[in-house]
């Protein structure tokens, strides 16, 4: 399995979204049953690289075309519990904003898997 690279370090990790999936059913006396589907937490990482060098650029770009996009999963060591994740892109497609002659910023979602 592929690793994330280390570098360039994401300037922002944006808090991540933890998603929950419940079956509720709703009886005619009104009475509700509840059962969990997933066994833990899915969760969504946002990470941002602001003023990515074009080499820094292409180093990712190079990553997630090897994951041909949202299809192959990777680990990802998430900092903040330096915690190894079994994760994948959140999107099939690559959206970039360049700055100059060499600078870009890059948003990339990824996902946790179970």
Excluded: N
């Excluded at 690793?3 to 009886?27: D, G, L």
């Excluded at 990482?45 to 990712?60: A, G, M, N, P, V």
């Excluded at 903040?80 to 870009?104: A, H, I, M, N, P």
């Amino acid at each position: 399995m592929a690793q994330f690279p280390t570098s360039p370090i994401a300037q922002r990790v944006q808090p991540m979204e933890a998603q929950w999936r419940t079956i509720v059913s709703q009886f005619e006396s009104g009475y509700e049953q509840r059962r969990a589907i997933w066994s833990k937490k899915k969760r969504t990482f946002t990470l941002e690289y602001d003023l990515l060098h074009s080499q820094d650029r292409d180093l990712l770009y190079t990553f997630w075309q090897s994951c041909q996009g949202a299809y192959a999963s990777f680990s990802f060591v998430y900092s903040v519990t330096q915690s190894e994740l079994q994760c994948r892109f959140d999107e099939s497609g690559w959206s970039e904003e360049k700055y100059g002659s060499s600078l870009f910023k890059l948003i990339l979602k990824i996902k946790e898997l179970f």
